[in-house]
């Protein structure tokens, strides 16, 4: 027999979770993408991240709700689609792969939650994207601790970061028990 939902590790998130367009954050401004690997080096086809900002400018105080958009017609629904509200989800696809199109944050980071099968607890991290200013956290950690938290820029205004759940490469997650 095989077993059921309630019988593996889940949840299953690509069910209701994930919505059309929740990596668009802001028209233009920056893209980052990566993929997500587990122990083995292997891509995480079904993975969730959800991401949090600051504006331009630092503030973190955006516009109420989330851009949602009809799963149907990929209308938006309950908001403009203007204003930034510095909130997104992203599936990865069966590659692993992710895409979040945002505005460079003010405060130099983007803060990410990662939810994957076999995590009994979900993963907290943050993507430096652009230059590096003075930052505790970042100065806290090792050379080589803190290259895991850095996108490399492929090209102008496009930066890559991959997460790696365990392994060599492990991505620094941050512990806030």
């Not at 400018?57 to 908001?79: K, Q, V």
């Not at 607890?121 to 993507?127: M, V």
Request: hydrophobic share 35%; proline share 7%; net charge negative.
């Amino acid at each position: 027999m095989k077993p059921t939902p309630s019988q593996t590790v889940g949840p299953f998130y690509g069910y209701a979770l994930p919505f059309p367009g929740g990596g668009e954050l802001a028209a233009g401004g920056i893209a980052v993408h990566g993929h997500v690997y587990d122990g083995a080096g292997d891509p995480v086809p079904d993975a969730l991240l959800e991401f949090w900002q600051a504006d331009e400018r630092g503030s973190l105080a955006g516009a109420p709700g989330t851009l949602r958009r009809d799963p149907t017609n990929g209308a938006i629904l309950g908001r403009d689609g203007v204003r930034f509200t510095g909130f997104g989800r992203v599936a990865t696809d069966a590659d692993g792969h992710w895409t979040l199109r945002t505005v460079m944050p003010g405060n130099g980071y983007i803060s990410v939650c990662v939810f994957a099968r076999g995590l009994l607890h979900h993963l907290y991290t943050r993507i430096y994207p652009g230059r590096l200013g003075q930052d505790a956290f970042l100065d806290a950690l090792t050379p080589e601790r803190r290259q895991t938290l850095v996108a490399a820029e492929e090209r102008e205004g496009v930066y890559r970061f991959d997460i790696h759940l365990q392994g060599e490469k492990e991505t620094v997650f941050l512990d806030f028990g």
